[in-house]
């Protein structure tokens, strides 16, 4: 392999990488409840930052969205660069959408799902202060995506609705 194909290789796992991260985290953060993260912010840090992530749940997952997508574009982006670079233009896409897709479902998205799924409080707290820095860094892009599905769900007839805290988070 080439210095540029190694290059190529590394910024993919980086990118399978970040995208199971991503994925895990959106799973954990949407698992716990409002008020169970209420809780958490009274034992420390993380805990508020997981609290004001989930005061704003639709900036927080549409910066996650963002994120993840970019992750998973790019990774698809530089395995097809790669592929073709190792078998060709003609199978090299085929090889890098197979390979990719399989990838990407097992590692940045099922077993991480799986993980955070089974222990929300213990992932998300890990991830709560990355994934608010990430948002962050990332709001002025996500503002942009969130008004423009704002609007989309408008001309569906459905409109934003305010966040409440039922009998059942309560429980």
């Not at 540029?4 to 991503?22: D, E, N, P, R």
């Not at 959106?26 to 209420?38: C, G, K, L, S, Y």
Request: hydrophobic content about 50%; charged content about 15%; overall charge neutral.
């Amino acid at each position: 392999m080439s210095p540029l194909q190694i290059g190529l290789l590394a910024v993919l796992t980086v990118c399978i990488g970040a995208s199971g991260f991503l994925s895990g985290s959106e799973t954990a953060i949407v698992a716990v409840p409002r008020e169970r993260a209420h809780q958490l912010a009274q034992q420390g840090r993380r805990g508020r930052r997981l609290e004001t992530l989930l005061e704003d749940l639709e900036d927080t997952i549409g910066a996650l969205l963002v994120a993840n997508n970019f992750v998973n574009i790019l990774g698809a982006s530089v395995a097809t660069a790669l592929a073709i670079a190792l078998v060709g233009e003609t199978w090299g896409p085929w090889l890098a959408t197979v390979v990719v897709t399989a990838v990407i479902l097992i590692v940045g998205e099922i077993t991480p799902k799986t993980l955070a799924a089974r222990r929300p409080d213990r992932f998300a707290l890990a991830v709560a202060p990355t994934i608010y820095r990430l948002s962050r860094i990332l709001d002025p892009i996500t503002a942009v995506f969130v008004a423009l599905s704002q609007a989309i769900l408008r001309l569906f007839g459905v409109s934003p609705s305010s966040a409440t805290i039922t009998e059942e988070d309560i429980r």
